[in-house]
């Protein structure tokens, strides 16, 4: 009963929070995709006012890098959900069995110690943003909003994390998980 798939131990926390994190992550997978889908309009605006009108959007530019940081957030805590962070495997044939899920409990834990850091930083940061009401430069779009919606999509990158972490611990003290 070491395999993942039929174990119901093994996937207790996923099936516990299984409803509200299907729900985050579909409005959180739907949401970036509306955003590059609206990065990928205002681009290809601008590139043809440029080119063939010599009109570019001027504000283009801001919103460009607004949204870039948007996807990026907003996909982080359903890219740590799914363990497809970019990883090097060089050792990966040396942990099997409780190594494995030790190696998978330690890495996990340090994800949420550092995207929650990292959430709480960005924050503060936001406050401020919002306290001095920072703007960008052409469209004097508010920043605090993008910087917090950077923020939640952290900590929920933290709490994808944790929940990984559950699972690791769950899989180190099972049965039949090998030495």
């Given at each position: 009963?070491?395999?993942?798939?039929?174990?119901?131990?093994?996937?207790?926390?996923?099936?516990?929070?299984?409803?509200?994190?299907?729900?985050?992550?579909?409005?959180?997978?739907?949401?970036?995709?509306?955003?590059?889908?609206?990065?990928?309009?205002?681009?290809?605006?601008?590139?043809?006012?440029?080119?063939?009108?010599?009109?570019?959007?001027?504000?283009?530019?801001e919103m460009t890098q607004l949204a870039m940081?948007?996807?990026?957030?907003?996909?982080?805590?359903?890219?740590?959900?799914?363990?497809?962070?970019?990883?090097?495997?060089?050792?990966?044939?040396?942990?099997?069995?409780?190594?494995?899920?030790?190696?998978?409990?330690?890495?996990?834990?340090?994800?949420?110690?550092?995207?929650?850091?990292?959430?709480?930083?960005?924050?503060?940061?936001?406050?401020?943003?919002?306290?001095?009401?920072?703007?960008?430069?052409?469209?004097?779009?508010?920043?605090?909003?993008?910087?917090?919606?950077?923020?939640?999509?952290?900590?929920?990158?933290?709490?994808?994390?944790?929940?990984?972490?559950?699972?690791?611990?769950?899989?180190?003290?099972?049965?039949?998980?090998?030495?």
């Amino acid at each position: 009963m070491a395999d993942t798939e039929t174990d119901p131990a093994s996937d207790r926390p996923s099936r516990l929070l299984s409803l509200p994190v299907d729900i985050v992550e579909t409005v959180l997978g739907a949401a970036g995709s509306l955003l590059l889908l609206a990065l990928m309009f205002s681009t290809a605006v601008d590139v043809v006012g440029r080119y063939f009108f010599n009109a570019p959007l001027g504000w283009a530019y801001e919103m460009t890098q607004l949204a870039m940081a948007a996807i990026v957030f907003v996909a982080l805590p359903s890219v740590t959900l799914r363990r497809e962070h970019v990883t090097v495997g060089l050792f990966e044939d040396a942990f099997g069995g409780r190594m494995a899920h030790l190696r998978d409990l330690v890495v996990a834990t340090a994800m949420v110690a550092g995207t929650g850091f990292l959430a709480l930083r960005m924050w503060e940061m936001a406050a401020r943003f919002a306290r001095f009401g920072d703007t960008t430069a052409t469209l004097k779009f508010p920043i605090a909003p993008v910087v917090m919606l950077g923020a939640a999509g952290l900590g929920l990158a933290a709490a994808a994390a944790a929940i990984l972490a559950v699972k690791a611990l769950i899989g180190l003290f099972r049965k039949g998980s090998g030495s």
